[in-house]
């Protein structure tokens, strides 16, 4: 089973806007960053979304300015704010943690913890 609990996602219009949790509350020790990745059918999982322990955050260049991830690392809580949907962000969602030492944050072979995965579809 999933490690990570995440909700949210659902289907919108282009344009649209979803807000994305991810929260491992029991967890007592996790790696310095979190982070969130998508994959569409038949393409790779891609990184999206990144934050460090002290709040630094990493994009992918595709979602600069749409997407905004934060944390509550009180609760052991991600987030990620998605605005202005387009039908290319269309993928399940899932978020990680436990970042490997010295991994790249983009590659899903560094993170050792996963949620679920969540669908997100945009189409009119």
């Known amino acids: 089973l999933a490690q990570l609990r995440q909700f949210g996602g659902g289907a919108v219009p282009p344009g649209g806007s979803l807000r994305l949790t991810c929260e491992n509350p029991d967890l007592y020790v996790i790696g310095d960053y979190m982070a969130w990745f998508r994959q569409a059918p038949g393409k790779e999982r891609e990184g999206i979304a990144a934050i460090e322990d002290g709040g630094r955050t990493h994009y992918r260049l595709s979602v600069k300015g749409r997407f905004t991830i934060s944390q509550d690392r009180a609760k052991n809580t991600l987030y990620l704010q998605m605005d202005s949907l387009a039908p290319e962000d269309t993928g399940i969602y899932y978020c990680?943690?436990?970042?490997?030492?010295?991994?790249?944050?983009?590659?899903?072979?560094?993170?050792?913890?996963w949620g679920q995965g969540t669908q997100v579809t945009v189409s009119s």
């Open positions: 990680a943690a436990d970042l490997d030492d010295g991994g790249d944050w983009w590659r899903p072979d560094a993170y050792q913890t």
